[in-house]
């Protein structure tokens, strides 16, 4: 599972609280906006807010390092949710806070994981950081996923991705294919898999830059994936160089299917 | 004075079906090298091979001059080409512009002080330093004082690590599998092989992302279609035959493959005047021929390059006089001595004698036959029948050899699949010979009158950046 460090203090804070609600399955509502804000403007939210729904109860956290605003809303549902953070974007808008999009969650209608949920909602922000001053709602899609182990396969030979897809699909994982390291970056950005295997021969991009952002958008998002690469390499160079830059199997093509199979159940079910 | 204009226009037509008799000839072999190399690459397994330790290592060289619009996407594809171990060496040749910036930015590249050079050396302009990133391995930038491409390859090759070199031009695009193609072929016969070309084709028109040509299209523009049926039958017609004798004179400076040791040995490039890419043929062959060395000097036209056509007369032109001086500057420098020499055998016999008398002298018979056919016209005017049947098999006789090659086209390789594209393609191989081709003899011959005035300059070329391209495509 993609594992998330409480590096954000709004994960730190809500980490509780969130707990609480998952154990005893109550709902509840979670609120994120890119916006920058200080001590009397966070206290003149809570003041605004309290006037507007006094009915509900609710925590506020600012993380300050990444200009997140956290909010998590006591037993409510997403609709009530969604129309909470119209509030809160009105008053963002009127002190001209907003710097980005709000997302908008709900557990457990969302994810039946709050807790990851908001690690989720959280990554999303920070890596594709859009302009749009909006409310979006959480997509659920890639969540629900969570129960089983998401894998993207990058390569430009389409019967690799087929053969390969097909079968780790029968196995049950969630399979996502990109043919160029341009493409991969894109897709692992939006899903953020358990594993990626890659070639290392990619155009676009190669495979060695491709790896390499996908480090880089790890430690920004403080998210982890393994990385598997198949590939038609089959120097010594390459295999110190892929693992120098932190892979964890490196398998020749061609390959045996059993035996990836059982190196992939190594990598991704240990960190459950 | 009649009869007088009449035979020299007569003797003019016959150098035309001279000259197109020699090149069905080449054509003939051109066929019977094609069933063999299409067996061999058909059967080949590039993947698998792209990884091989048995590979030998290449360094790309790419000489880059005002290039700041293309050639990131560019070394970012040639650092993704399905090869074992190559590096990418590219030379800044003190442009004016951000090309070095470029890169510098985009790969976080830190100078390091130029390393002496050592023996077995080219000389070359003063090189101010070398830029690198241990996180790119296999890219160094070379950053030197303005001296000509040719003087940029030589910067490469004293610089480089490995023991091929690969010339690339810094507005051509490689196809992936293009270098593991030709050091399949080098594979071969790794003794004998010093040179081997790719083939050239032209981009214009085709759908370009990520520094990788995504689907083949024919151009839509007029001169570039002319140039893509005149490459196709230069390339599939010409070279792969030429390859078949071991008399090819030019391995395109778009893309080739060279022994280092080889070119270092006959001097490495030559400056001063364009053509280098043929110069440094002609010395290789001739250095191979003198010490009596078994060697191959060949042609792959399964390794595929796409480049940039000038869509303008004006930049057209400019071109083709540069090549026309080059010609002129390389026959009167090399050709000339191995001319009809029994030593230098099929060069010595055929390819450096057709050069001279049929592509250098060309323009000279061509332009003097037809001034003296329209006089002799205008003098009598019952004579033109024969004027017109001559002009009528020159007509049929090109295209019947621009037929050959597109058979050779669709027969191994189909890059252009669609049926409309087939008949576009016909139809521009007969299009060429109503104007193009009068047009290029007269380039040829305006580039002369600037080789005897002196006139050494390399002309324009401008380029638009494949993105603009992409998105004039998408429009």
């Given at each position: 599972m993609t594992e998330t460090h409480a590096s954000s203090s709004i994960r730190q804070s809500?980490?509780?609280?969130?707990?609480?609600?998952?154990?005893?399955?109550?709902?509840?509502?979670?609120?994120?906006?890119?916006?920058?804000?200080?001590?009397?403007?966070?206290?003149?939210?809570?003041?605004?807010?309290?006037?507007?729904?006094?009915?509900?109860?609710?925590?506020?956290?600012?993380?300050?390092?990444?200009?997140?605003l956290g909010l998590l809303l006591d037993d409510c549902n997403l609709g009530y949710t969604?129309?909470?953070?119209?509030?809160?974007?009105?008053?963002?808008?009127?002190?001209?806070?907003?710097?980005?999009?709000?997302?908008?969650?709900?557990?457990?209608?969302?994810?039946?994981?709050?807790?990851?949920?908001?690690?989720?909602?959280?990554?999303?922000?920070?890596?594709?950081?859009?302009?749009?001053?909006?409310?979006?709602?959480?997509d659920n899609q890639t969540i629900k996923k969570t129960e089983k182990n998401s894998v993207l396969i990058v390569d430009h030979d389409t019967s690799i991705i087929h053969l390969l897809g097909n079968y780790l699909?029968?196995?049950?994982?969630?399979?996502?294919?990109?043919?160029?390291?341009k493409k991969g970056l894109e897709q692992y950005k939006k899903l953020l898999p358990d594993l990626v295997i890659t070639e290392i021969n990619l155009s676009g991009i190669g495979g060695y830059q491709f790896i390499h952002e996908i480090k880089n958008i790890d430690k920004q998002s403080n998210g982890h994936s393994e990385i598997m690469v198949l590939t038609n390499k089959q120097l010594e160079d390459d295999i110190k160089r892929t693992f120098e830059y932190g892979v964890a199997e490196y398998i020749t093509k061609p390959f045996s299917l059993i035996e990836l199979e059982a190196r992939i159940k190594r990598l991704v079910e240990v960190m459950e | 004075m009649r009869d007088l204009l009449l035979a020299y226009g007569i003797f003019a037509m016959y150098y035309v079906v001279v000259i197109n008799t020699i090149y069905f000839g080449i054509i003939l072999f051109s066929f019977r090298k094609i069933t063999r190399i299409m067996k061999e690459t058909f059967y080949s397994k590039y993947d698998f091979l792209s990884g091989s330790k048995h590979m030998p290592p290449i360094s790309i060289l790419v000489p880059a001059f005002n290039e700041e619009l293309t050639i990131k996407e560019n070394v970012q594809s040639l650092l993704a080409l399905h090869y074992p171990t190559h590096e990418v060496i590219v030379v800044n040749d003190g442009s004016g512009d951000d090309t070095s910036k470029v890169l510098i930015d985009e790969f976080r590249l830190s100078y390091y002080k130029p390393t002496p050079i050592e023996h077995n050396t080219v000389a070359t302009a003063e090189v101010k330093g070398v830029y690198y990133n241990p996180e790119f391995p296999n890219l160094y930038l070379i950053d030197k004082e303005n001296g000509g491409k040719a003087d940029s390859l030589n910067a490469g090759i004293n610089f480089s690590h490995y023991s091929l070199i690969s010339s690339i031009d810094a507005d051509s695009l490689l196809e992936n599998d293009a270098l593991i193609r030709i050091a399949r072929k080098y594979m071969e016969n790794p003794d004998e092989y010093v040179a081997i070309g790719g083939n050239v084709r032209i981009a214009n028109g085709c759908k370009i992302s990520n520094g990788m040509v995504q689907k083949a299209r024919l151009p839509r523009k007029?001169?570039?279609?002319?140039?893509?049926?005149?490459?196709?039958?230069?390339?599939?017609?010409?070279?792969?035959?030429?390859?078949?004798?071991?008399?090819?004179?030019?391995?395109?400076?778009?893309?080739?493959?060279?022994?280092?040791?080889?070119?270092?040995?006959?001097?490495?490039?030559?400056?001063?005047?364009?053509?280098?890419?043929?110069?440094?043929?002609?010395?290789?062959?001739?250095y191979m021929l003198d010490n009596k060395l078994p060697y191959?000097?060949?042609?792959?036209?399964?390794?595929?390059?796409?480049?940039?056509?000038?869509?303008?007369?004006k930049i057209l032109g400019s071109q083709r006089k540069r090549w026309g001086r080059g010609n002129l500057k390389n026959m009167m420098e090399e050709g000339a001595g191995m001319f009809m020499r029994p030593r230098y055998k099929i060069m010595g016999?055929?390819?450096?004698?057709?050069?001279?008398?049929?592509?250098?002298l060309s323009p000279y018979f061509r332009i003097t036959g037809f001034l003296s056919l329209v006089g002799y016209s205008l003098v009598d005017m019952t004579g033109w029948k024969i004027v017109a049947v001559f002009m009528l098999i020159n007509v049929l006789y090109g295209t019947l050899l621009g037929m050959g090659s597109l058979l050779i086209e669709e027969l191994a390789f189909r890059r252009f699949p669609r049926i409309r594209d087939y008949f576009k393609m016909v139809f521009y191989t007969i299009l060429m010979f109503f104007g193009y081709r009068q047009l290029g003899i007269l380039w040829r011959f305006l580039g002369h009158i600037d080789f005897m005035r002196k006139n050494n300059s390399w002309g324009t070329m401008t380029r638009t950046s494949w993105n603009d391209e992409e998105k004039d495509e998408a429009a």
């Amino acid at each position: 599972m993609t594992e998330t460090h409480a590096s954000s203090s709004i994960r730190q804070s809500f980490k509780q609280f969130l707990h609480y609600y998952q154990a005893s399955n109550l709902p509840c509502g979670v609120i994120i906006a890119h916006a920058t804000l200080d001590q009397p403007s966070i206290n003149s939210l809570k003041a605004h807010l309290e006037k507007e729904e006094p009915a509900t109860a609710f925590q506020i956290n600012y993380d300050a390092q990444n200009n997140i605003l956290g909010l998590l809303l006591d037993d409510c549902n997403l609709g009530y949710t969604h129309f909470y953070a119209l509030h809160v974007k009105d008053f963002l808008d009127g002190e001209d806070r907003l710097i980005g999009e709000m997302i908008v969650g709900n557990f457990p209608e969302n994810s039946d994981q709050a807790e990851q949920m908001l690690s989720r909602m959280i990554n999303e922000m920070v890596i594709d950081q859009r302009n749009q001053q909006e409310i979006r709602v959480f997509d659920n899609q890639t969540i629900k996923k969570t129960e089983k182990n998401s894998v993207l396969i990058v390569d430009h030979d389409t019967s690799i991705i087929h053969l390969l897809g097909n079968y780790l699909q029968r196995k049950g994982y969630i399979v996502h294919v990109a043919t160029d390291g341009k493409k991969g970056l894109e897709q692992y950005k939006k899903l953020l898999p358990d594993l990626v295997i890659t070639e290392i021969n990619l155009s676009g991009i190669g495979g060695y830059q491709f790896i390499h952002e996908i480090k880089n958008i790890d430690k920004q998002s403080n998210g982890h994936s393994e990385i598997m690469v198949l590939t038609n390499k089959q120097l010594e160079d390459d295999i110190k160089r892929t693992f120098e830059y932190g892979v964890a199997e490196y398998i020749t093509k061609p390959f045996s299917l059993i035996e990836l199979e059982a190196r992939i159940k190594r990598l991704v079910e240990v960190m459950e | 004075m009649r009869d007088l204009l009449l035979a020299y226009g007569i003797f003019a037509m016959y150098y035309v079906v001279v000259i197109n008799t020699i090149y069905f000839g080449i054509i003939l072999f051109s066929f019977r090298k094609i069933t063999r190399i299409m067996k061999e690459t058909f059967y080949s397994k590039y993947d698998f091979l792209s990884g091989s330790k048995h590979m030998p290592p290449i360094s790309i060289l790419v000489p880059a001059f005002n290039e700041e619009l293309t050639i990131k996407e560019n070394v970012q594809s040639l650092l993704a080409l399905h090869y074992p171990t190559h590096e990418v060496i590219v030379v800044n040749d003190g442009s004016g512009d951000d090309t070095s910036k470029v890169l510098i930015d985009e790969f976080r590249l830190s100078y390091y002080k130029p390393t002496p050079i050592e023996h077995n050396t080219v000389a070359t302009a003063e090189v101010k330093g070398v830029y690198y990133n241990p996180e790119f391995p296999n890219l160094y930038l070379i950053d030197k004082e303005n001296g000509g491409k040719a003087d940029s390859l030589n910067a490469g090759i004293n610089f480089s690590h490995y023991s091929l070199i690969s010339s690339i031009d810094a507005d051509s695009l490689l196809e992936n599998d293009a270098l593991i193609r030709i050091a399949r072929k080098y594979m071969e016969n790794p003794d004998e092989y010093v040179a081997i070309g790719g083939n050239v084709r032209i981009a214009n028109g085709c759908k370009i992302s990520n520094g990788m040509v995504q689907k083949a299209r024919l151009p839509r523009k007029l001169l570039p279609m002319l140039q893509t049926v005149e490459y196709l039958k230069a390339f599939l017609g010409g070279r792969i035959g030429w390859s078949d004798i071991n008399g090819l004179i030019i391995v395109s400076g778009a893309f080739g493959v060279f022994r280092k040791d080889y070119v270092v040995k006959v001097g490495g490039y030559r400056g001063g005047y364009p053509g280098e890419d043929m110069n440094i043929i002609i010395k290789l062959h001739r250095y191979m021929l003198d010490n009596k060395l078994p060697y191959k000097i060949d042609f792959c036209p399964d390794a595929v390059c796409w480049t940039q056509a000038p869509d303008t007369f004006k930049i057209l032109g400019s071109q083709r006089k540069r090549w026309g001086r080059g010609n002129l500057k390389n026959m009167m420098e090399e050709g000339a001595g191995m001319f009809m020499r029994p030593r230098y055998k099929i060069m010595g016999w055929l390819t450096i004698p057709y050069n001279i008398i049929f592509e250098t002298l060309s323009p000279y018979f061509r332009i003097t036959g037809f001034l003296s056919l329209v006089g002799y016209s205008l003098v009598d005017m019952t004579g033109w029948k024969i004027v017109a049947v001559f002009m009528l098999i020159n007509v049929l006789y090109g295209t019947l050899l621009g037929m050959g090659s597109l058979l050779i086209e669709e027969l191994a390789f189909r890059r252009f699949p669609r049926i409309r594209d087939y008949f576009k393609m016909v139809f521009y191989t007969i299009l060429m010979f109503f104007g193009y081709r009068q047009l290029g003899i007269l380039w040829r011959f305006l580039g002369h009158i600037d080789f005897m005035r002196k006139n050494n300059s390399w002309g324009t070329m401008t380029r638009t950046s494949w993105n603009d391209e992409e998105k004039d495509e998408a429009a």
